[in-house]
Structure formats: structure tokens, C-alpha cells
């Protein structure tokens, strides 16, 4: 029809237009929707990391080699979150997860990726302590 309409000189509307509209703002819905869909399940991961570091701490209270490297780990967890929610967090919530540009976007992702590798930095220490604690046990 648009060619036709073209070639007669009209510019024939494209009745599908509102259609493909529609399909792309729905591609769109179930894209953001996918985007973040599974990442809070890792809490529980954090959350079993904390109360184990917690329980070494406890457990060994008594010997500083094994507690301290264990509270420096627990810290170090602290630290990957603090990093997260500051950093990760508020890129991610201006984007709606990336499927939307801000006028900033480009200092968004900049943030984005220097906090994902302060937390892996935090994360690993975390479990490099962690190791120091367990080699150091009686």
C-alpha cells in the first residue's frame, strides 16, 4: 500500500504502525523485566557468607589468628555492599537496568563498572583473609 500510495503521490499511513508500536513497547516491558529478574536471590548467597564469617568469628574467638583475619573478611563484606548500594544500586535504578539512556549514561556506566570492580576487589580480599584464617588454625 505505501508504494502504491507513493507512487500516486499519496502518503498512505502504514496500518500495522501502531501494531509494531505496541509489539516493540511490550519487547521492551518483558526486556527490563528479565534485565534485574533473579539478582536479589543472590541476598541469600551474601547472606550465608555473613553468618559464616560471623560463626568462624565466634568459634575462634579465642584465637586472634583465625578471628581477626575473619573480622577483616566480614569488613571487607561490608565494604563490597557499601560499594554496591552507593555505586551499582543508583546506575541501575536511572537506567531502569540499562534498557533506558539518561543524559548521563555514559559517567552512569563509568561508576558502574569502578563499582563492580571495587566490590570483586572487596569480594576476593574477603576470601583471601578468609583462606589466611584457615591455614592458621590450631
Known amino acids: ?12 499511513p502504514d496500518p500495522a504502525r501502531p501494531l509494531h508500536e505496541r509489539t516493540l513497547q511490550i519487547a521492551r516491558a518483558a526486556l527490563e523485566a528479565d534485565a534485574a529478574r533473579g539478582w536479589n536471590l543472590l541476598a541469600v548467597v551474601l547472606l550465608a557468607q555473613a553468618i559464616g564469617i560471623v560463626a568462624v568469628i565466634l568459634t575462634h574467638r579465642r584465637q586472634p589468628r583465625v578471628s581477626w583475619p575473619a573480622a577483616i573478611a566480614l569488613l571487607l563484606l561490608i565494604a563490597a555492599q557499601a560499594v554496591f548500594w552507593t555505586w551499582t544500586f543508583p ?21 558502574w563498572e569502578l ?6 576487589v572487596c569480594q576476593f580480599g574477603a576470601m583471601a583473609v578468609l583462606v589466611l584464617a584457615v591455614l592458621r588454625r590450631r
Open 91 to 111: 546506575a541501575n535504578q536511572a537506567t531502569a537496568n540499562w534498557t533506558t539512556m539518561t543524559d548521563n549514561w555514559e559517567l552512569l556506566r563509568w561508576h
Open 1 to 12: 500500500d505505501r508504494i502504491l500510495g507513493a507512487l500516486r503521490g499519496v502518503n498512505a
Open 115 to 120: 563499582s563492580h570492580l571495587g566490590g570483586a
